[in-house]
């Protein structure tokens, strides 16, 4: 057997999320159907990052093991022709024996858009959060480096399993501005069922004048999610890219 990996590009608004869900609508319940469809079998998938529902993917990575004969590069084409453009396979080869899409990937990176202009822009509203008035960069920059390094995450989110660990290491955790738009990325090992939308909707109190930038030490240790600022809305939020290797 070969191991298969494809790298996803969806518009998450009408799934929900990536898991299989019985009677919903989900990413991996798409993907699945339609290679049932080309290969004749389900394929067992292995997913880098376990997007919730409503998040957007544009460097999603999946693996699954195949036929060594199979033409990865037809499967590309067909997967496209059944799921685009909600779900498009930006690229699908074969990957080094032992390669698994979770397991092998050092780190993640989401990125998180904010429109803070009057008036909501109709072509990108699906992916950005139009959330109108000031936000201090300063203050927001300051919070974010208290948030970087490895910790216990357990204000910031869920273990996608009851009882499992919620220390991570986030690498990165920067704000920018252009204009009316905010973006805030957010790189690490792993995250927390609803991490980054938490994070994101800390930096935005902190922004408003809510929060304290040196109040993230206290936040960290409280471990209740009552501490942390509101979650944000889950459409502005995209997995841009899955990281092997070094972490760059």
């Known amino acids: 057997m070969r191991i298969v ?96 899409a979770r397991f092998s990937a050092s780190a993640r990176e989401y990125r998180y858009r904010i429109d803070v202009g009057e008036v909501a822009d109709p072509f990108t509203a699906r992916f950005v959060w139009h959330r109108p008035g000031g936000l201090s960069l300063p203050r927001m920059r300051a919070a974010a480096r208290g948030l970087e390094g490895e910790h216990d995450f357990a204000s910031f989110g869920r273990p996608h399993r009851p009882g499992g660990p919620t220390e991570r290491r986030l690498d990165r955790l920067a704000v920018a501005r252009a204009g009316n738009r905010f973006e805030i990325t957010a790189r690490g090992n792993a995250f927390l069922q609803q991490m980054v939308r938490s994070l994101v909707g800390t930096l935005v109190a902190v922004g408003e004048g809510r929060m304290e930038p040196g109040s993230m030490a206290s936040v960290l240790a409280a471990r209740d999610r009552r501490s942390a600022g509101p979650v944000a809305p889950a459409h502005g939020l995209t997995l841009e890219r899955v990281i092997y290797g070094r972490r760059t």
């Open 5 to 100: 990996r494809l790298t996803l590009a969806y518009d998450g608004t009408s799934f929900r999320g990536w898991a299989r869900q019985r009677d919903q609508r989900t990413v991996q319940g798409a993907l699945e159907e339609a290679l049932s469809r080309i290969l004749g079998s389900l394929p067992r998938l292995s997913v880098a990052g376990r997007t919730d529902a409503g998040v957007h993917a544009r460097g999603q990575v999946v693996s699954f093991p195949a036929e060594p004969e199979i033409d990865v590069e037809r499967l590309g084409r067909a997967l496209n022709a059944m799921l685009a453009p909600e779900v498009v396979v930006g690229e699908a080869r074969f990957a080094p024996d032992g390669f698994d």
